[in-house]
């Protein structure tokens, strides 16, 4: 029932940063970043909540940074030092309750935007 539109992703070099946003159509206690390479099922990358907590893979710790602006429901993933293995389909997810960084505990997804890391 939420409805989530990403934007952001693109073609970069690894070493490079870009950043996603997302914008949700109602206020949600949890927004998640996940994402999805072939072959592959889709994984948590980056949680915030509302008030702020956030949480994050370990693969992506160092590197990725998320944050949200609760006035414009919108979530960000600041995504640097960027890797070819980071390459993935990227997908925000809402939750109503805290984040998890579990693709089952989600319902409310956006259509994705690709992110494709060269090296």
């Known amino acids: 029932q939420v409805q989530l539109v990403e934007s952001g992703g693109g073609s970069v070099q690894a070493g490079g940063s870009v950043q996603l946003s997302c914008a949700a159509s109602t206020s949600t206690y949890c927004l998640e970043w996940f994402r999805q390479a072939p072959g592959k099922e889709r994984e948590g990358v980056a949680g915030?909540?509302?008030?702020?907590?956030?949480y994050y893979a370990d693969s992506v710790k160092g590197r990725f940074t998320i944050s949200r602006d609760n006035a414009r429901n919108t979530v960000y993933l600041q995504m640097n030092s960027l890797r070819p293995e980071d390459t993935a389909m990227y997908y925000c997810?809402?939750?109503?309750?805290?984040?998890?960084?579990?693709?089952?505990?989600?319902?409310?997804w956006g259509q994705g935007t690709q992110v494709t890391v060269s090296s």
């Open positions: 997810g809402a939750r109503r309750g805290t984040c998890t960084l579990r693709y089952s505990d989600f319902r409310d």
């Open positions: 915030i909540e509302y008030f702020g907590k956030t």
